[in-house]
Structure formats: structure tokens, C-alpha cells
């Protein structure tokens, strides 16, 4: 089974507009992270947001939330006022157990932000 | 926060020929680092866990006598493509965690487009 699940190959979304991205995952750890990364065309990775299995908040980052629903599993992104530069590939991520090991990716969801 | 250097950014080369990327931490010391390949519109798959000191551990179904990862200092490992292939033409990328970081998330570097001809 996958660890990561992202259903969604493809987003649009206008300018100035909230999107969510889907984020579903699947661990028997107790303890575990959950990221995001936005890949644009260049390839790098960029870290956006991180949220911990013991975290009771969803967390923030500027125009980036995570909902985070435990119960169910999911970790879902959600953009805040979209920007142009927005587009790109966005990956989530998990890491099982504690420590600093590997993340597990998904497939990721292309975002095309229109004017 | 913690960055990570990769070199080349862009390598094109023959088959047959071998082929050395380099992954720096600039400003923290990395005893472990992790080697990802991304093929195109494809997510990023683990490869190998480098480590300092010691031998690298490889994922399933990667070679590592074709794959060589050297981790020689706290700061420098290295993917070395040996007697490369069409087939291994894709982005490397490798990462690294930093303790300093509260999330523990990875650092990557920017990549490293591989072309074999």
C-alpha cells in the first residue's frame, strides 16, 4: 500500500483564490511528520510546512495552513490567496518514527494559478 | 536556514563514461544524507542513505557498484554514476537533515539533471 496519497495530478486555481491540495497517508507508528515541499520548474525543493502526529493544532505558515485530520489520516494543504507564482509541483511528505530519517513522498499535484 | 550545494546543476556525458555529483551542507554538519532520483513528471524515490564514516545504504533494486556514494567528510558525499546508461538520464537530488531545524524536515539541494547520450 502507499504512504503517501495524492489523488489530485492537477489543480487550477485563479489568482487571489484559496485551493486545497489532498494529502492522504497511511503509517502504524504512533509517532510520525507530515511536510510539504513545492517543486516549481527549476527542481529544487522548498520546504513549506510541517505538522507532528502529536501536534493539536493545524499548523501555519504565512498563506500556507495544513487541516490536518488525524482520524482520518489526511494532511490536506491549503493555499491561502493564490499567487501567480504559486504554480508548481507541490509533494507531500512523510517521515515514521522519530529521529531524522527519510521522508516518504507522494506523487505529487501539479498547481497552474491562472490570472 | 540550513542550505545545501549541489554540483553540477546540468551534466551531459556519454555512455559509458562516469559521472560525479557533488552534495555540500554549507552551514551545518550532515552526518547523513539521502540521494533521491526523480524521473520526469515522476515523484522523488530514495535511492541510498549516505553516511559519514561508514558504508551507504541502498534501497531496493539500486545498484550500488553502478550508484558509488562516498561520505567522507560531515559536509561532502558523493553520487558517482559509473559506465552510465541512457536509462540512468534523470535528476538526482540529495538532502540532507539539520538538528537545528525544530521540524527535522530535509535540505535539499537543487539537483543535478543527468543526461546520458
Known amino acids: 500500500a502507499q504512504k503517501i496519497t495524492q489523488t489530485q495530478p492537477g489543480m487550477f486555481v485563479q489568482e487571489k483564490e484559496a485551493v486545497t491540495l489532498d494529502c492522504t497517508y497511511d503509517?502504524?507508528?504512533?509517532?510520525?511528520?507530515l511536510f510539504w515541499y513545492k517543486q516549481p520548474s527549476s527542481g529544487e525543493m522548498i520546504f513549506l510546512i510541517y505538522q507532528g502526529s502529536y501536534d493539536e493544532q493545524n499548523a501555519t505558515e504565512g498563506r500556507y495552513s495544513l487541516n490536518f485530520q488525524k482520524a482520518r489520516k489526511s494532511a490536506n494543504l491549503v493555499i491561502s490567496a493564490s499567487q501567480l507564482g504559486d504554480s508548481a509541483m507541490y509533494f507531500c511528505a512523510m517521515r515514521e518514527g522519530r529521529g531524522y530519517s527519510t521522508l516518504t513522498f507522494g506523487k505529487g499535484t501539479m498547481l497552474l494559478v491562472s490570472p | 536556514g540550513a542550505v545545501v550545494s549541489q554540483h553540477p546543476s546540468r551534466v551531459i556525458c556519454k555512455s559509458g563514461t562516469s559521472v560525479k555529483i557533488e552534495c555540500r551542507s554549507l552551514d551545518f554538519q550532515a552526518t547523513t544524507m539521502f540521494w533521491y532520483r526523480q524521473f520526469p513528471k515522476q515523484s522523488l524515490m530514495l535511492m541510498a542513505t549516505s553516511n559519514e564514516g561508514s558504508k551507504a545504504t541502498y534501497e531496493q533494486g539500486v545498484e550500488k557498484d553502478k550508484f558509488l556514494i562516498n561520505h567522507a567528510s560531515l559536509t561532502l558525499s558523493t553520487l558517482t554514476v559509473t559506465s552510465a546508461h541512457p536509462e540512468d538520464s534523470s535528476f538526482y537530488i540529495c538532502?540532507?537533515?539539520?538538528?537545528?531545524?525544530?521540524?527535522?524536515?530535509?535540505?535539499f539541494g537543487e539537483g543535478s539533471r543527468l543526461t546520458v547520450l
Open positions: 503509517t502504524s507508528d504512533q509517532s510520525y511528520g
Open positions: 538532502s540532507a537533515p539539520s538538528i537545528s531545524s525544530g521540524a527535522g524536515e530535509l535540505f
